[in-house]
């Protein structure tokens, strides 16, 4: 392998780092443009017993189903790892997931890994097909009062009016840039 080689795979895992963080970002702030624009349009979600099938209906299912049952998402990902093969590439990523119900409940912590087969069509770079399965699943009570007192932070947002929007001009909503 060239340094050319070597270089533009770690290119092409940047990018494919951008596609994970891209679809975090999305869920987390509930922007269907931008998760949308992370998979091709003919790409397979397998999303557990939830959901299996075309990307465009697990949009419809975690937008219209899924995600109106909380308050607040959040997803880290945690291990990352790529194998690039000119055009193809494949990914595990290692995630947890929060989620604060509406109206009260228990809140849950998650962990799953991702199993991404990324394609360059046309000189972009997106999933093509994602498989997750999980690791472990937690639900703890909730105590509001702990986002309070000396610790209190302003509290994030679902949708467009979270305070990155309005703090970094670079992270507007929609598809992510190719």
Not at 122 to 140: C, F, M, P, S
Not at 146 to 175: H, I, K, N, V
Request: aromatic letters at 12%; one cysteine or more; proline letters at 3%.
């Amino acid at each position: 392998m060239t340094i050319d080689d070597e270089v533009r795979d770690l290119l092409v895992k940047q990018r494919l780092h951008e596609l994970e963080m891209a679809y975090c970002r999305g869920v987390d702030r509930r922007d269907r443009d931008l998760i949308a624009s992370i998979y091709f349009e003919d790409a397979v979600e397998e999303h557990g017993s939830m959901h299996s099938g075309p990307v465009s209906e697990f949009l419809d299912w975690a937008f219209d189903t899924f995600l109106p049952q909380f308050e607040i998402v959040a997803h880290y990902v945690l291990n990352e790892w790529y194998q690039v093969d000119g055009d193809r590439a494949e990914g595990e990523t290692h995630r947890i997931s929060y989620h604060r119900p509406k109206g009260g409940g228990d809140q849950r912590f998650a962990a799953c890994r991702t199993f991404n087969r990324y394609e360059c069509r046309n000189g972009v770079w997106k999933i093509a097909h994602r498989a997750v399965v999980r690791d472990w699943i937690v639900d703890a009570p909730l105590d509001l009062g702990l986002l309070g007192g000396s610790f209190e932070f302003p509290m994030s947002r679902s949708d467009g009016s979270d305070a990155s929007y309005a703090q970094l001009s670079m992270f507007g909503r929609g598809p992510l840039a190719s």
